[in-house]
């Protein structure tokens, strides 16, 4: 299963692993994935895999539209 946000398509980026004597060695750096179940519009429910900081921002603007209701 390759290591990418259904969301946002965010993917391992690559990178070297540089020591004290500036020896490089080739790194991965992989997305902090999340595994979440989502209940789709005919009531059934799926798991994707979504990147944390993709999780942060949908609770940010669950919120933001929960207060405008509110607000209204």
Do not use: F
């Amino acid at each position: 299963m390759a290591r990418r946000c259904d969301i946002t398509g965010k993917v391992p980026l690559t990178g070297n692993n540089v020591s004290h004597a500036n020896n490089k060695t080739k790194r991965r750096q992989l997305p902090n994935l999340r595994s979440v179940k989502i209940t789709l519009e005919d009531g059934t429910r799926k798991r994707i895999r979504v990147a944390a900081s993709t999780l942060r921002t949908m609770k940010k603007q669950a919120a933001q539209a929960a207060t405008a209701a509110t607000a209204e």
